[in-house]
Nanobody, 126 residues
């Protein structure tokens, strides 16, 4: 199984930007995505991208502020988070799932991957 590792988290102020990275240990011939889990809440979909990088999907709460992308080698995924808000505070998880390569746009948020990273904390102070 491909191992996923997140990096780039930390403590920032509201309005700041932060870039998260997710590295796959092997060849990630698959769509990749980001989820987040605030303390005491359920894990929620944030964004996803197809293997080709052509198709991207966003939660309404982050659309227009966050940008998901993949590195040229396709084994790395990034999440550029802009204009961060305190409500963006959460543990962010990287995930791998081939369904993001073909899901209808209205259904991509519902994909529940089985391959997860260990997560990384992002804290936005007000």
């Amino acid at each position: 199984q491909v191992q996923l590792t997140e990096s780039g988290g930390g403590l920032v102020q509201a309005g700041d930007s932060l870039r998260l990275s997710c590295s796959a240990s092997g060849r990630a011939f698959s769509g990749m995505g980001w989820f987040r889990q605030p303390a005491g809440a359920d894990r929620e979909f944030v964004a996803a991208i197809s293997w080709s990088g052509v198709s991207t999907y966003y939660s309404p709460s982050v659309k227009g502020r966050f940008i998901v992308s993949r590195g040229k080698d396709k084994n790395t995924m990034f999440l550029d988070m802009n204009n961060l808000r305190p409500e963006d505070t959460a543990v962010y998880y990287c995930a791998l799932d081939s369904r993001w390569d073909y899901c209808p746009a209205s259904e991509c948020h519902a994909v529940r991957p089985e391959n997860w990273g260990r997560g990384i904390q992002v804290t936005v102070a007000s």
